[in-house]
Structure formats: structure tokens, C-alpha cells
């Protein structure tokens, strides 16, 4: 087992170790010198996994925010390059990859695609967490045309003049059709996408390409119908249950299977379920549409594109 994947199996049993131990004699200076020894133990496995994670030997994406939200808006944290960036800012992502012991001071940037509340609500929160109160530091924020007015508001309310401390506002502006590069370093090329119906709605979507994998991320927007999803390896897609969409005209689970079929995407990965049974409905109606290789992407979920070929590991984090 990969050792991201062994650090929270480790976590559960030392808690049941010193809970069990508290019963049986923690409180003894044995039983407190074994309790240090296993959280020892257990930060060591937290450091190897927050190591592994940034190596580059993958491409990675991890489903963050907050799961007990009752609408989940889970960001995207993607890990290429010894970088890390985060698309869309949402409840509880900052304090999701704390406690992963993730380091937050490899955040390069935050993109968002959309600039409504949902999909920002932690913004400057990923600030704190990523400057550790530096004065000096800037966070850039890439997004739709409105990013440059909630980050004005934001940098307002927490005393940053924008330049040379704080949120700094990057608007891609990318046409239907036509990809804009945002990040280009090591291998790895990040680009802004949009369509049609998302420009209407003011929503941006991204790719990431590094060395040969593929990822692309498009929240709320139609994503899997651009032709920046085309021959992508992961797409990681917001929809709703045929049912829903009827009512909302959101994009359907059904929809984003139809269109990874026609796209020759290899695996869709549905976010945004309200609950469990919603998201194994999405999932039966995308895989009803004609394309199998569909999860639902929940908190503390692990996508790793190796470099090495052309697999697709999905795991808990």
C-alpha cells in the first residue's frame, strides 16, 4: 500500500489504542511513554505521506472541503511539480489539508470558476494558512471577470493593499474555444478554458497537463463538453441527477458521461453530490449514458495519474 494511503489506517489504530489504553492504564508513566511513542509514530507517517505527495513521479488531485456542509462545494487541490494549486475555495478547504498535514506553504495559486460565495467561502483562510503571517506575501487568484472585485473587497476587509501583501487578482479571460496558459514551469502547463454556456454564466474552467497526464476541472461549468476535456485522463465534473437538472438546467450526470464517451476522456470524476444516495445516482445515470469509468468524488478522495503509465489510482487520502 502506498504510504499517503497508510498514514489515516495508522491514525485510526493508534486512536483506538489510546483510547483502549486510557481504560487499561494510560495514565501510568508506561502507559503515557506508549501513547507519545505511537503519535510519534503517526507524525512520522504523516510527514512520508505529505512527502509522497509532492513528488514527481504523479500527477495528483485531492477532493477537499468541508464533507458535514449540507450544499458541498469540495475544492480541487492539485499536486504536480512540487506545486500545489487549488480550484475553488470552498467551506472547510483550508482546514481539510491542515489536517492532512499537507503544507499549505507550497500553494502557488488559488483558481476559481466561478466568483460566487460558494466556491470562495475559504479564500482567506487559504491565505493565512499558506503565508503563516508573512507580511510580505501575495496569494494570486485567478478567475472570471468578477474575481477582481471580491478580491478587492476581501484584501479591503483584511487591511492588504493588493501588491504587496494579500489577494492578487488574475483574470485569464479566455474565449470559447481558445485555452489561455496561466502557470507554465517543470512540466507542468495550466490552462484556462471556457464555453459557450459558461461564458454566458461567467464560469472558467482549467487544465492541468504534466508530462503526459491530464486533469481538468471545471466545478459548476460544462467542462465535459469543451474540447479542453478532449482526450483528458480525469475530469472532474459538478453535476446533478437527471431529475434535478430538469428543475435547475444544471448539467446532468447523464450528460457528462455522454460527453466523455464522444471526448475520450478516461475517467469522470462527478462532484458536488448533496449526500450518498445522489451521488450513486449520478453515477448509475452517467454510467447508464454509456460511460463506465465514472466515481463520485467525495472529501478526502485521492486521484494519482503515475507517470511511469497510463494509470488511474483512486484512493482515500
Given at each position: ?25 494510560s ?15 503517526y ?9 509522497n ?16 456542509s ?60 499558506s ?39 488574475w ?44 486533469i ?14 478532449r ?46 444516495l ?40
Amino acid at each position: 500500500m502506498h504510504a499517503i494511503g497508510k498514514s489515516s489506517a495508522i491514525f485510526v489504530t493508534l486512536s483506538g489504542l489510546f483510547w483502549g489504553g486510557w481504560v487499561v492504564g494510560s495514565q501510568t508513566p508506561e502507559g503515557q511513554e506508549a501513547i507519545a511513542r505511537a503519535y510519534a509514530a503517526y507524525e512520522e507517517q504523516q510527514a512520508a505521506a505529505s512527502a509522497n505527495l509532492f513528488d514527481s513521479t504523479a500527477l495528483r488531485a485531492v477532493v477537499c472541503g468541508d464533507p458535514d456542509s449540507a450544499e458541498q462545494k469540495p475544492c480541487l487541490a492539485v499536486v504536480a511539480a512540487g506545486r500545489m494549486f487549488i480550484v475553488d475555495a470552498g467551506s472547510g478547504a483550508a482546514s481539510s489539508l491542515t489536517r492532512r498535514n499537507i503544507p499549505m506553504e507550497r500553494l502557488s495559486a488559488v483558481l476559481l470558476t466561478d466568483a460566487d460565495l460558494p466556491q470562495v467561502a475559504d479564500l482567506s483562510a487559504l491565505y493565512g494558512a499558506s503565508t503563516h503571517g508573512r507580511a510580505d506575501a501575495l496569494l494570486p487568484v485567478y478567475g472570471p471577470a468578477e474575481t477582481q472585485r471580491l478580491v478587492d473587497g476581501l484584501n479591503q476587509a483584511g487591511g492588504f493593499d493588493g501588491a504587496s501583501r494579500g489577494l492578487q487578482a488574475w483574470g485569464p479571460s479566455p474565449e470559447p474555444g481558445r485555452s489561455v496558459i496561466v502557470f507554465e514551469a517543470d512540466g507542468l502547463v495550466v490552462s484556462a478554458f471556457t464555453t459557450q454556456e459558461d461564458a454566458f454564466e461567467g464560469r472558467v474552467g482549467y487544465r492541468f497537463d504534466y508530462r503526459g497526464r491530464s486533469i481538468v476541472v471545471g466545478g459548476d461549468g460544462r467542462v465535459a463538453t469543451a474540447a479542453a476535456a478532449r482526450d483528458a485522463d480525469v475530469v472532474l465534473q459538478s453535476a446533478e441527477t437527471h431529475r434535478v437538472a430538469q428543475v435547475t438546467g444544471e448539467f446532468s450526470a447523464a450528460e457528462a458521461g455522454a460527453n466523455a464517451q464522444a471526448l475520450n476522456t478516461g475517467m469522470v470524476v462527478l462532484t458536488g453530490a448533496e449526500n450518498t444516495l445522489a451521488a450513486q445516482t449520478q453515477v448509475a445515470e452517467a454510467r447508464a449514458a454509456g460511460f463506465n469509468d465514472v466515481v463520485a468524488g467525495r472529501v478526502g478522495m485521492l486521484v494519482e495519474l503515475p507517470l511511469a503509465n497510463s494509470e488511474i489510482n483512486v484512493r482515500p487520502l
